[in-house]
Structures are given as structure tokens and as C-alpha cells.
């Protein structure tokens, strides 16, 4: 192995690290706001991805029919509580909401014609079609779940996994697609090409991970957000309420998935089912994280994509079992190095 | 109908299925038994235990590649080739082997606290799994077949109907065993894991060991599906041993109601169930074009998490009542005591003890004594540091600087179950019960280090002598605490006040030289205060050293024989109740900022 | 009108009374999991088979397996006992296929595998006596591939394939191919169906030199590797398996993937086949009827192997039926003899002579190599 080629490894391991970084981040967040550990999250980047490649390969991404479907659901569900409390008033703007926002959506994607537009345009609208889809998921799946342990969210979770999976299959079919590069530049740094893609992934990982920051620094909902997962009780008693806050936190973790997924899609081929190994990369990271610390959740995912990177140099067959073995010491290490404190029942 | 009817007409109809069953039945019935032996591992291990793993399946696997490589493998080395003559002698081949990987993965991932240890099971699950596929001498990715059925007799149990009979025979036996241990002593420290491991450790328990213990059996479990799969199938692959089917099993545990014995076989039973009948109907409703099992399976599962967050055990228990429970204590010997120190000789002494949390030092140079047959009351505004001294000298927490002596024995530094064992007990001052238990159990953890009945005599039933007398001094404790009517009572059913009274009975139970109780008449009504000044009068009378933590000036100045002030982590005044009462500092202490 | 099928299916799920004299088809496909994009134009196939085999209606019971062996085991459990099948057809991988063949010899039923791995039917496996299969044995393919190779002067090769049993057969046999031509493999690795970077392998394939690159993966995640090495600037020549060949593949490689040489079923380039070969008549009428079903350019080579499945039935079970009646016993030992007796069966693949010690049946007829050019397939001579 000469420099070169470490040099090559090196730059593969953060372009993936990248991704696992922003999922990573997206599952620290959901977990710190709702102790939800949302094994879900991969599916998104798998949505996000192939619902670009179906506007660009003109078709209509099933992801529409689970719009309009869970929007339905959710109607269905505010419209029997709302008869049940008497409280028809507040009803007006969930009806619009889950109704009205699908139907939108459909307009524009058979009067339209998404085929023709501009790359970004399609962006656009792939987020458009996917990211709602996180808070209705919270709404169906999860709010009524409020107090309930972390062990039944996390089995909540594998169930959400296993549905959107199976939709997956049935939306995009099991082959794989790809979408264009954004950029088709290619530089040379070192003696190593560096492809104009892989570097809007990191800048645009590197970019949302700042935005982030500046978000639960800066803006009033983020503040929400980050005392609602510091306290929770604490929270609701100045008036944040824990829904909304956990909505929020999927409406970001679902942009959060989806953006990976549009950005990985020109340089590997994503398939329905893709989401869940990175997803649980992520995950590693974020465990890495303590499931709390943003920075070093992001290190631990370009650590993991190293890892990676390395060992599918060196024994290729052996990847997963390098990889998940060498995760075991350093959870010891991470578990000895932070407090415990027991989990009042 | 009564628990133990319940339990006859179960094995009747069990028994009598493979005569009436079609044959297909009686297939997705052994699926069943496997798949419930592994999910019985989850609910000790998770439901119970409160350690949630999604690396059974890999535990699975190693039982079954132990039996397919020793069954089919010719040219093995003498002394190993004698074990694959029969599956019968792979058998214990399996468990062992299964219980020794899992024991090496247990010591180094069982003490990751929190999250980390669902992670680590994650991290050891898929190395395990893509191990099998990638080692080319257990038939890589491709599998292992010709594996032999299993003989009994000189039968071979091909027909899946005889197979029936092995794959219940062993379930039954696990269940048997689980549920015996978890109603044993053994049983009451395992079940303490979730929730409860520092008050377990403070009685005695050595928590970690607990850990290991049900790790093992999990994982034993597993191996003996591993097996009984190897055998039945005759035909061993990675998938089936993945991280999917890891979550699977989990999924089966919770579903049926992760802490009851029984849910792990509804679990398994209704999943299984579920399944097939998707594989069913759907097709008939949809058409055969698309693949709906998994998107209505993930829907109906998260409608049943919904309605039955515990899982549906507890929901057809419901449907079901009981009746005939047992409701009475067997009468049973006395447990050996321990020899008490000299009335009046120091019990506990306190030196210059230190503790600092980061910047702040919440103990500053306490020290004070303990004799027996005296009871020490410990006063202080809030936050003053007391419950600190109280973690400090019980080994919760140990301390920053200083020496703290029981006994004659320095104890500063040792883990609190050490210190449990020589002779002190403690109540807390956050009420740590473990709310779901009765009462009588909650008090007989306080005699854990009465017993030595182990893990395995416990599941045999071979205890059951000893297991009586802890009983029936758990019971007397109640009796004496005066709560005699509430012994069979949910702990967390019981009334603030009750419940700490609960903790001391239990403290009590310990049979200890010291008593600390950290608050013990917060929440009591006035009468009940009486009985409890009554008791703890007793107790000194009977020789007993008491250190008492109490904010009920009229208690504490009644009942203790000495009394020391603490303010700021600091020692302010000691004396008897009526000089600490004229103190000024003590009154500046308790007014100040008045002025 | 979407309720109509659905109010059909309902009503039929209530009415479980079939004739008993009709012959019933149980089938188990790996239509969800990793394998599901073989599995599914499978499953499609069944929808398009005959219901009538000389004269008798004909049920195709089709199950998913999940690509999970036990599931695939439970499947043919209740095909034979509850829905007292004749003939089994599955599944469509290998590990699958394998767990299934004791449950089948068992039960006495015939089983047709739609999987590669010539393991299936190896002849030393006494069981192997009612398991049949119908795509092109890894064996026959891998040989196909060296000998092009040889042709085009490439001496040393590497090798990267799935992670799984499909990569693994193919390694297997290929290896001991090549070995004996005195072909040279440098190297050897390994990857995984939905991984989203090959950088590692591809790096060392690299640095081995190798002349030609051998991909062994089945669909999409066939492209990966070959993009990648693209995108680093491999001159060499690229080889795929026959896994590849369907028009997804073509959609995701585009044309970093022009050039590529493949060994594939005449199925692939029915049309392009000369008129005097016989296969080209079959092939073509499933191509057309798959593609009236799904749309155009949809066929896949796996469909091809489930329809084969079929057509060995079609030939077979008449004889068969002369000698018992189906839903016995005997049916199934007759329908086991017949499908060993066939000689000269065209299906879609190529021409079937069964015998005892051969239940594939099929000679060099059954593998063209292709090549991919202008997006295509082409048909090399």
C-alpha cells in the first residue's frame, strides 16, 4: 500500500463518513427530543434518492401515494379524536395540512411535468414529496407513544422499518437507480482525482452540520428543541409542547435522510433497501456520541468510514466482521469514559 | 379456573396436537418451539433484566454450525470426532460452546452501561454472521447440508410429528426453569437489574454477576434452538442467523409482553401465526402481484404496540382472571443470624470523610459514631450534604479523602454489597422499590446474603427449604413493621409512607449490626410515626446502632439519643437533642436569613 | 374500478373447494429480501403459464420466501402437506434450493430449482433423485467465460463478487476453471449487494494489473464495480455473469458499461438468433408474452428460467398423466420419471436432455456470449 492508495481509501472513508455524520446527527437529534432510536431513518435516504430518480426517469414516485395516504390516515385519526374531545375547531388547519399539502403535491406532479426541469427544481421537489413524510410518521406511529419506554419506541421503530421497506419494494421495485452528478467537474489534489460529487457531499454535509449549530444556537425553535431534550418536563412547563417538538425534530431528521440520499445517488447506486446499513452506520456513530454529543457523533461516523474504507482494501470479504468488531473496544472505551447514571424506572 | 388448570389444560391440548393437528399445524408448532425458546432468553435477558440484545440469532447460529460441522465434517481429529457420532453428544457440544463465546462477549460487552450495550449485541451479532458466511469449513455463504436427524431409541425423528414432542419437551423444560428461578432468590436479584441495581447492589447483590448469569442462559437457550433448527432442517445457513432475525426474535418478546415468561411463547406463537396467515390472505385480496405480508405485518405490529405497550400477555391475563393465587406464607424455620456487637461498643465511625463532586464539595471533614444500641440522628437543612454521607458510608459513592470504619474494618472504598455483608443495611431516601413485585418480595432482596441457594438449584427447585425461611422472615419483617395485611400487595400499590416502611422491613430483613434510614417518616401520618419511633426504639433497646436522616424535629428530638448538625457539607453541631436544640448556629442554620 | 379484483379476492378466499383431479404447481420464490430482483420476474412468469396441461387444469400455488432458507423450508412444508402439491418449483437461490431438497425427497415430490449452483443436482446426492433444475449450471457459464477470455489473449483476471452464495459459487468454479487453462487470477474480492462504495477492492484489482475484470453479481449492483473502475481509468476488458442480464442493469451501468462480455441464455438475444435454431421460437413467444404483461424491455433472463420450469412441465406431465392421477402418490413418482425421461425439450434457455445422472439437461446450446453495445445486447458469434 503506497500513499497514493492511502490517500485514495482516505478520501472514500469521508465521503461515506459524511453521510453517516448527517444521519448520525439526525439520530442523535430524534433521540435527544423523543427517545425515539429511529431505526426508520435509512428508509428516507432510500426515498429521497429514488424519488429524484423517478421524477428524473418520468414516473411518479410512489412516495406520492404514501402522501396522500398518511395524510388520509392522519385525518382520518384528528377527525375521530376531534369528535371524541368536541374540540372540531382546531380541526381545520390538521385537515388542511394532511389533506390539503398531498393534494398540492399531486397537482403539481401530474399537471407539471418534473421530467423537463432543472436538476435543482427536482431537488426541490423531492424534498417537497419526502420530508412531510417524517412528522406524519411521528404522528401515526410514535405521538401516541408519548410516555412509553425506550425499548417499545425502538420495537415501534423496527415495525415503521419494516412497512416503509416493504413500500420501498413496491414503489421502486427491487433494482437500483442512479441519478446525475451536480457537478461533472473533477480536480486532481496530490495526485489523487478528487470528483466535483464527492465534494458537494462533504461541503454540503460539512454545510448542514454548521446550519445545524446554528440553529439550536441561534433560532427560538432550536433553543425549544434542545431544552426539550435536556428536559422534558422542564419543557412543557414553559410551554413547549413535547409533540411539536418532536415533530420538528422529524421534519429535520427526515430532510436530514433524504438530503444524503440525493447527494450519495450519482456516486453509488441506491436500492429500496439501502437505507438500513447506512442507516446503522449512523447509528454507530451516534452510539459513538453517547446518543448526546453532536461533534463526536460526527467523528465517530468518519471513523466508522474509515474503517470501511480500509478493511475493504485489506480483506474485502471480511469488512462487516472487521469493521463491527472494531466497534466493540471502542464502546467499551466510550462506556467506561462517561458517567451512567441508572435509568429511574 | 385456577393458575395451575390453566397450566394442565395448556399441556393436554400441547400433548394432544400432533394426534388431531394437521400435519402443517404441527410444522408451524415446531417453528413455534424454537422460535419461543430464543424469545424465553429476551425475556429473562431484556423483559426482565432490562438488557436488550439483537444478537441472539448470532447465538442460534453457533449452536446449529456446532452441531452441522461435528455431525457432517469426516477426518476430524480423534478427540473431537467421537462427539459427531450423534447429535445427542453435540448436544452439550453446543451449549457449551455457545455459552463460552457467549461468556467471553458477555465480560466485555455486558458492563457497557446504557445504549452502548444494544450497539455492542448489534456489533457482535453482524461480526458473527458474516463470520459464518466468509469461513469456507462451515460451507461459507452456500450452507452446510446432509446434517443427520435426530434418533431416539433407533427412531428417527424425521416425521416432524415425533420432532414435535422433542422441540416442546425442551421448551417446556426452559420454561420451567426460567420460571422457577425468577421465583427464587437468584430470581428476585435478576428481576431487581431493571431499575433497581444500585438498591440490589446496597442489599447485597452483586449486580454484575447477575448480568453474566442470564446472559448465559439467553444464550444457552439459543443454542438449544440452534440445535433442535439444525436437526429439523438438516440444513444450516447464515440467514437465518442474521441481524433481521435477531430484531425478529426481540420483536416476538415484546410483542408477547417482555416480562412475563409466558409472553415469549404467545410472542413467538402469534408472530409465527400472523405470518402465515398474511401469506394467506393477502394474495387472495390484493392479487399475487405485489409483495403487501411485510407492509401489513409492520402496520398491525405498530396497532399492537399501540393498544398493548406491555405486550399482550398482560392483556389476556386480564381477560382471564385468577383465581386461588397463593396468598399464604408457608411457616418455615428461622435463618441463622449474625453475632451483634457489644452494646455500647463503636459501630461505625467516620473520619475527616471528603467528598467533592467536580468543584463542589458536598462533604467537608464529617465525622461522627455510631455505638450500638444507640440511635444517631442526623439533622441539616436541605441539601446540606446528608444523603451524601449516607451514599458515602454505604459505598454508593465512595469518598474523595477520609476513612470511614464498621466494625473494627475499614470499609472506605469498598463496593456497597461488600459493606451490605458485614452487617449494615439502608433505606433510601428516594423510595427504590421495585413497584411491580409484591411487598414480600421486596422484602425478602433485604435477606439476599441470608441464602446461598444458587442459579441452578433455583431453576431445579432444589432450594425450596431455604427459599421457605427467607419467605418467612420477609414475612416477619412486614409483621413487624406493621404491614402485615399488605405482604401480597404490589409494592407500588402502597401509599408513600408505606412504602418507605416497606424499605426498612426490608433493611431490616438484612439482619444488620447499623440501620441507616434516610427519611423514614416523610410521609407518615402521626400514628404511624408513633409505631415507627416505637420500633426503632426497639431495635436500639435490642442492641442495634441507628443512624437516622429525618427533617421532623419533634421524631428526631424524641427518639435519638445523640444528634449532629450539618450545613454546607459541614459538621456544625453534635450533642443531645436538647443542647443542639439551643445551639444558635443550629437555629441560625435552620432560620437564617430571617433577620 | 379497483374494487373488483379485490371483491374477487375475497370471495375467493372463502371459497377453498378446488377439483381433485386438477394438478397443483407449488412454487417459492425469493420475491422479497436480496434476491427479490430475481425473484420477482419469476413470480411474474407464473402469472403468464398455461392453467391446462393436457387437459387438466393446472393451480400454481406461488409463495415468497423472503430469500430466507428456513422460510423457503416452510414454504414447500405446506405446499406438500396442506396443499398436496405435485410438483414443486424453486426456490430461486442457491442455499434455499439446497435446504429444500431433503423435504422434497422426502415427501416424494419433484422439485424444479430455478438456482444456479450446480450443486443442486450433483448426481453423488442420492436425494438429488427428484430434484431437477433449469438455469445454466455456474459450471457451464464459468467455462463459456474463461474460453472468451482465452480468446481475447487475457492471461491474468481478477475477480469481484457478492458477498454472498451467489459470488461464492461463482468464485468456485471458476477458480478451478481457470486454474486448469492456466488462467491466472490476481485477485479476489469480495462486496456487498447494497454497499455504496467498492473504493477498497477496486483499488487492489488496480494495482493487480489484471487484463480482464470479472464482475459476479446479480442486477444493479452489478454496475458498481465497473463504474468504479471506470471512474479510476481501468483499460482493461470486463467481464459479467449472466445474472446481469436484464434492462435495469443497462439503465444504471449506461454506458460505462459498453463493451462488457457476458455469457447469458439465448433467451437475452432471442431476436438476433438465427432462424434455424430452435430456441428462438420459444424465446421469443415468452419475450413477447412478458413484455404484453409488463411493458417493453422488462424480460429478464430469471423470468426465462421459471418459464422453462414450466415448459419441462408441459412435456412432462402428460406423460405422466397416463400413468396416474394426479394428487398421488404415483402421479408425483411419474412425473419425477417422465421430467428424468425428457430428450430434446426446446425451452428458452436451450435444449433439455435429462438423464439419471444429468437433471439439467441442457449442452453448449444453452449459453451464447453477449456483448453490450449501443446500450444493447449483441450476440456474439
Known amino acids: 500500500m503506497d500513499l497514493q492508495i492511502a490517500l485514495l481509501l482516505s478520501q472514500d472513508g469521508i465521503v461515506n463518513g459524511a453521510i453517516y455524520a448527517l444521519l448520525a446527527l439526525a439520530l442523535v437529534l430524534v433521540f435527544a427530543v423523543t427517545r425515539v432510536i429511529f431505526i426508520p431513518q435509512g428508509e428516507f435516504v432510500a426515498f429521497g434518492a429514488l424519488t429524484l430518480a423517478g421524477f428524473q426517469a418520468g414516473k411518479v414516485p410512489g412516495t406520492l401515494w404514501l402522501l396522500i395516504g398518511l395524510g388520509a390516515a392522519i385525518a382520518i385519526v384528528e377527525v375521530v379524536i376531534a369528535m371524541r374531545s368536541g374540540a372540531l375547531r382546531r380541526l381545520t388547519s390538521a385537515l388542511g395540512w394532511n389533506l390539503g399539502y398531498p393534494a398540492v403535491a399531486a397537482a403539481v406532479v401530474f399537471l407539471g411535468e418534473p421530467v423537463s426541469w432543472p436538476l435543482f427544481v427536482q431537488v426541490v421537489l423531492a424534498l417537497a414529496m419526502v420530508v412531510p413524510l417524517g412528522p406524519m410518521v411521528y404522528r401515526l406511529a410514535y405521538q401516541p407513544l408519548l410516555s412509553a419506554s425506550v425499548l417499545v419506541l425502538l420495537i415501534v421503530s423496527v415495525a415503521v422499518h419494516l412497512t416503509l421497506v416493504g413500500l420501498g419494494l413496491l414503489f421502486f421495485g427491487a433494482e437500483g437507480s442512479r441519478t446525475p452528478a451536480f457537478s461533472e467537474a473533477s480536480f486532481e489534489i496530490g495526485g489523487v482525482v478528487v470528483t466535483g460529487q464527492t465534494l458537494w457531499v462533504v461541503g454540503a454535509s460539512a454545510v448542514l452540520i454548521v446550519v445545524l449549530y446554528l440553529f439550536f444556537e441561534r433560532s427560538l425553535w432550536g433553543k425549544a428543541l434542545r431544552a426539550t431534550a435536556i428536559n422534558r418536563t422542564g419543557a412543557r412547563l414553559m410551554g413547549i409542547s413535547s409533540t411539536q417538538a418532536g415533530k420538528l425534530s422529524f421534519v429535520l431528521a427526515a430532510a436530514i435522510g433524504a438530503l444524503s440520499g440525493i447527494l450519495i445517488a450519482p456516486i453509488t447506486t441506491v436500492y429500496y433497501d439501502t437505507g438500513f446499513l447506512i442507516g446503522l452506520k449512523g447509528f454507530v456513530a451516534a452510539i459513538v456520541g453517547g446518543l448526546a454529543s453532536y461533534p463526536i457523533a460526527a467523528a465517530g461516523a468518519i471513523l466508522v468510514g474509515l474503517l470501511e474504507s480500509f478493511s475493504s482494501f485489506w480483506a474485502s470479504a471480511f469488512k462487516e466482521v472487521i469493521v463491527f468488531t472494531l466497534i466493540i473496544p471502542v464502546l467499551v472505551w466510550r462506556s467506561l469514559t462517561t458517567r451512567h447514571v441508572e435509568e429511574e424506572e | 379456573m385456577s393458575a395451575r388448570n390453566w397450566v394442565v389444560a395448556f399441556l393436554a391440548l400441547l400433548a394432544l396436537g400432533p394426534l388431531v393437528l394437521p400435519e402443517f399445524h404441527i410444522t408451524l408448532l415446531n417453528y413455534i418451539g424454537l422460535y419461543a425458546l430464543v424469545a424465553l432468553g429476551l425475556v429473562l435477558l431484556t423483559g426482565v433484566g432490562g438488557l436488550t440484545s439483537f444478537g441472539q440469532a448470532a447465538f442460534v447460529g453457533i449452536g446449529a454450525y456446532t452441531s452441522a460441522y461435528l455431525t457432517t465434517t469426516e477426518g476430524l481429529p480423534d478427540f473431537v470426532a467421537w462427539v459427531g457420532v450423534s447429535p445427542w453428544l453435540t448436544l452439550p457440544a453446543a451449549i457449551l460452546l455457545t455459552v463460552a463465546v457467549a461468556a467471553v462477549l458477555g465480560l466485555l460487552t455486558l458492563r457497557l452501561s446504557g445504549h452502548y450495550l444494544p450497539l455492542g449485541t448489534i456489533a457482535w451479532g453482524m461480526s458473527l454472521y458474516f463470520l459464518f458466511g466468509n469461513v469456507s469449513f462451515l460451507g461459507g455463504h452456500t450452507g452446510v447440508s446432509g446434517i443427520p436427524a435426530i434418533s431416539l431409541f433407533g427412531v428417527e425423528l424425521k416425521d416432524g410429528r415425533y420432532f414435535y414432542y422433542l422441540i416442546w419437551l425442551m421448551v417446556l423444560a426452559a420454561l420451567w426453569a426460567t420460571q422457577n428461578l425468577l421465583d427464587s432468590r437468584e430470581g428476585r436479584a435478576i428481576r431487581a437489574l431493571k431499575g433497581g441495581a444500585v438498591m440490589a447492589e446496597a442489599m447485597g447483590v452483586d449486580t454484575a454477576r447477575s448480568k453474566l448469569v442470564i446472559f448465559l442462559i439467553a444464550a444457552a437457550f439459543a443454542a438449544v434452538s440452534g440445535w433442535l433448527y439444525a436437526h429439523l432442517q438438516r440444513f444450516v445457513n447464515p440467514t437465518p442467523f442474521g441481524l433481521h432475525i435477531g430484531i425478529e426474535y426481540l420483536f416476538m418478546a415484546v410483542i408477547g409482553g417482555a416480562g412475563h415468561v409466558w409472553g415469549a411463547l404467545l410472542g413467538a406463537g402469534l408472530i409465527t401465526i400472523l405470518k402465515q396467515w398474511l401469506q394467506d390472505l393477502l394474495p387472495r385480496i390484493f392479487g399475487a402481484s405485489g409483495n403487501f405480508e411485510i407492509i401489513v405485518f409492520g402496520l398491525l405490529m405498530i396497532f399492537v404496540l399501540h393498544r398493548a405497550r406491555d405486550g399482550l400477555w398482560p392483556v389476556i391475563r386480564r381477560l382471564a382472571p385468577l383465581r386461588g393465587a397463593r396468598r399464604k406464607v408457608e411457616s418455615a424455620g428461622p435463618l441463622g443470624r449474625r453475632t451483634k456487637p457489644a452494646a455500647g461498643s463503636v459501630v461505625l465511625e467516620v473520619k475527616d470523610a471528603v467528598k467533592k463532586f467536580g468543584g463542589l464539595t458536598a462533604n467537608n471533614h464529617m465525622s461522627l459514631s455510631v455505638r450500638a444500641g444507640e440511635i444517631l440522628a442526623l439533622i441539616?437543612?436541605?441539601?446540606?450534604?446528608?444523603?451524601?454521607?449516607?451514599?458515602?458510608?454505604?459505598?454508593?459513592?465512595?469518598?474523595?479523602?477520609?476513612?470511614?470504619?464498621?466494625?473494627?474494618?475499614?470499609?472506605?472504598?469498598?463496593?456497597?454489597?461488600?459493606?451490605?455483608?458485614?452487617?449494615?443495611?439502608?433505606?433510601?431516601?428516594?423510595?427504590?422499590?421495585?413497584?411491580?413485585?409484591?411487598?414480600?418480595?421486596?422484602?425478602?432482596?433485604?435477606?439476599?446474603?441470608?441464602?446461598?441457594?444458587?442459579?441452578?438449584?433455583?431453576?431445579?427447585?432444589?432450594?425450596?427449604?431455604?427459599?421457605?425461611?427467607?419467605l418467612a422472615e420477609a414475612a416477619r419483617q412486614i409483621e413487624r413493621v406493621g404491614l402485615a395485611e399488605h405482604v401480597f400487595d404490589a409494592a407500588g400499590s402502597l401509599a408513600l409512607g408505606q412504602q418507605r416502611t416497606v424499605e426498612i422491613a426490608r433493611a431490616l430483613a438484612a439482619d444488620p449490626s447499623l440501620l441507616l434510614l434516610d427519611e423514614p417518616a416523610a410521609g407518615l401520618r402521626y400514628l404511624e410515626k408513633q409505631a415507627l419511633a416505637e420500633l426503632l426504639g426497639r431495635l436500639r433497646d435490642e442492641g442495634m446502632g441507628i443512624l437516622l436522616v429525618e427533617h421532623d424535629m419533634d421524631f428526631v428530638m424524641g427518639l435519638a439519643d445523640r444528634v449532629v448538625v450539618m450545613e454546607f457539607g459541614e459538621k456544625i453541631a453534635e450533642g443531645l437533642p436538647e443542647e443542639v436544640q439551643g445551639n444558635p448556629d443550629v437555629i441560625e442554620a435552620y432560620l437564617g436569613g430571617v433577620d | 374500478m379497483k374494487l373488483?379484483?379485490?371483491?374477487?379476492?375475497?370471495?375467493?378466499?372463502?371459497?377453498?373447494?378446488?377439483?381433485?383431479?386438477?394438478?397443483?404447481?407449488?412454487?417459492?420464490?425469493?420475491?422479497?429480501?436480496?434476491?427479490?430482483?430475481?425473484?420477482?420476474?419469476?413470480?411474474?412468469?407464473?402469472?403468464?403459464?398455461?392453467?391446462?396441461?393436457?387437459?387438466?387444469?393446472?393451480?400454481?400455488?406461488?409463495?415468497?420466501?423472503?430469500?430466507?432458507?428456513?422460510?423457503?423450508?416452510?414454504?414447500?412444508?405446506?405446499?406438500?402437506?396442506?396443499?398436496k402439491v405435485d410438483v414443486i418449483v424453486g426456490s430461486t437461490i442457491t442455499p434455499n434450493s439446497l435446504a429444500m431438497i431433503d423435504v422434497a425427497a422426502e415427501a416424494e415430490t419433484p422439485m424444479i430449482s430455478m438456482a444456479a449452483s450446480a450443486r443442486i443436482v450433483d448426481p453423488a446426492n442420492p436425494k438429488v433423485k427428484w430434484v431437477f433444475k433449469t438455469p445454466q449450471n455456474d459450471v457451464q457459464m464459468s467455462t463459456a467465460i474463461v474460453e472468451s477470455m482465452l480468446s481475447n489473449k487475457v492471461q491474468t483476471v481478477a475477480f469481484i463478487g457478492f458477498a454472498d452464495a451467489y459470488g461464492e459459487g461463482w468464485y468456485n468454479e471458476f477458480s478451478k476453471i481457470a486454474e486448469l487453462r492456466k488462467l491466472k487470477i490476481v485477485a479476489n474480492e469480495r462486496y456487498n449487494r447494497n454497499d455504496t462504495s467498492v473504493t477498497g477492492q477496486i483499488l487492489k484489482i488496480l494495482a493487480a494489473k489484471p487484463d480482464a475484470v470479472l464482475v459476479a453479481g446479480a442486477g444493479t449492483p452489478a454496475a458498481l464495480p465497473q463504474k468504479a473502475l471506470n471512474e479510476k481509468g481501468y483499460k482493461g476488458a470486463y467481464y459479467q455473469t449472466h445474472g446481469v442480464a436484464n434492462m435495469d442493469f443497462m439503465r444504471v451501468c449506461g454506458k460505462d458499461c459498453e463493451g462488457t462480455l457476458l455469457p447469458a441464455g439465448p433467451v437475452l438475444v432471442a431476436g438476433q438468433l438465427p432462424d434455424s435454431n430452435p430456441i428462438k421460437k420459444v424465446a421469443l413467444d415468452y419475450t413477447s408474452k412478458y413484455e404484453a404483461a409488463h411493458g417493453k424491455g422488462t424480460t429478464s433472463t430469471f423470468g426465462a428460467h421459471a418459464w422453462d420450469a414450466g415448459m419441462l412441465l408441459q412435456s412432462a406431465v402428460p406423460v405422466a398423466l397416463k400413468k396416474a392421477q394426479p394428487g398421488t402418490k404415483e402421479f408425483r413418482a411419474a412425473l419425477r420419471d417422465a421430467l428424468e425421461g425428457l430428450k430434446n425439450v426446446t425451452v428458452s434457455h436451450g435444449v433439455v436432455n435429462m438423464s439419471p445422472q444429468d437433471h439439467l439437461g441442457f449442452d453448449q446450446r444453452a449459453r451464447v456470449m453477449v456483448k453490450i453495445e449501443n446500450g444493447g445486447w449483441k450476440l456474439q458469434q
Do not use: C, W
Open chain 2, 380 to 470: 441539616g437543612p436541605n441539601g446540606a450534604g446528608k444523603s451524601t454521607l449516607f451514599n458515602l458510608i454505604t459505598g454508593v459513592d465512595p469518598p474523595t479523602a477520609g476513612e470511614v470504619h464498621f466494625l473494627g474494618g475499614r470499609v472506605d472504598g469498598l463496593a456497597s454489597r461488600e459493606i451490605a455483608r458485614r452487617g449494615m443495611s439502608r433505606t433510601f431516601q428516594h423510595v427504590r422499590l421495585l413497584a411491580t413485585m409484591s411487598v414480600l418480595e421486596n422484602v425478602a432482596i433485604g435477606a439476599h446474603l441470608r441464602g446461598g441457594g444458587g442459579v441452578m438449584a433455583a431453576a431445579l427447585r432444589l432450594e425450596r427449604a431455604e427459599e421457605g425461611r427467607l
Open chain 3, 4 to 83: 373488483k379484483p379485490l371483491a374477487a379476492g375475497l370471495i375467493a378466499a372463502f371459497a377453498t373447494t378446488q377439483a381433485l383431479a386438477d394438478i397443483t404447481v407449488g412454487v417459492t420464490v425469493s420475491a422479497t429480501g436480496p434476491a427479490a430482483s430475481l425473484g420477482i420476474p419469476e413470480k411474474n412468469t407464473f402469472a403468464l403459464m398455461p392453467t391446462t396441461i393436457g387437459g387438466q387444469k393446472v393451480n400454481y400455488i406461488v409463495l415468497d420466501d423472503a430469500s430466507d432458507t428456513t422460510t423457503a423450508v416452510k414454504n414447500v412444508r405446506k405446499m406438500i402437506t396442506e396443499d
